[in-house]
């Protein structure tokens, strides 16, 4: 039997994909925010790249239009590459989409809560992105920005 809702109600209580963030007591959303927004992982290969992440939405064009050479030098960090590039999508987003905020399903995953209450999985995006090159990150921001 194919339940519709059901579908989205086992995405977030199900085990989170790439990175869960739990707190012992009150979150402190600043806190999380900041530890969200390293991203050394990327940071280090758009670095390579000879490109400045700057936390702007030019930075997601920017990364968009970079050579994938990641996929080729080491397939097993292309996981933890997308989780730092959907993370890094989110910091963009909550940083210059006026009322985005991070929030935490029950789960751990973080994902971008837009004014409009849409909540944007924001580490599975990144992942697509690290292994296919879709969605584009400032595609998917452009969208944020638009809802």
């Known amino acids: 039997m194919n339940i519709p809702f059901l579908g989205d ?4 209580h199900q085990m989170a994909r790439g ?3 739990m707190t012992a007591g009150p ?9 969200l927004a390293e991203c050394e992982l990327l940071r280090v290969q758009a670095a390579r790249a000879g490109l400045r992440l700057d936390d702007s939405p ?4 920017a990364l968009d239009q970079l050579l994938p050479r990641w996929r080729d030098e080491d397939p ?13 999508l989110g910091t963009v987003i909550v940083r210059t989409v006026p ?20 909540e944007i999985d924001v580490v599975a995006a990144g992942l697509d992105w690290a292994v296919g090159g879709a969605p584009q990150l400032s595609h998917v921001h452009a969208e944020a920005s638009e809802a």
């Open 9 to 12: 109600w086992r995405k977030r």
């Open 99 to 118: 009322g985005a905020s991070w929030c935490l399903w029950p789960n751990g995953q973080p994902v971008v809560t837009l004014p409009s209450g849409r």
């Open 27 to 35: 979150s402190d959303p600043e806190g999380i925010a900041e530890l």
């Open 76 to 88: 097993e960090e292309l996981p933890w590459l997308g989780n730092d590039a959907g993370l890094y």
């Open 19 to 21: 990175v869960a963030v």
């Open 58 to 61: 030019e930075s997601l064009a």
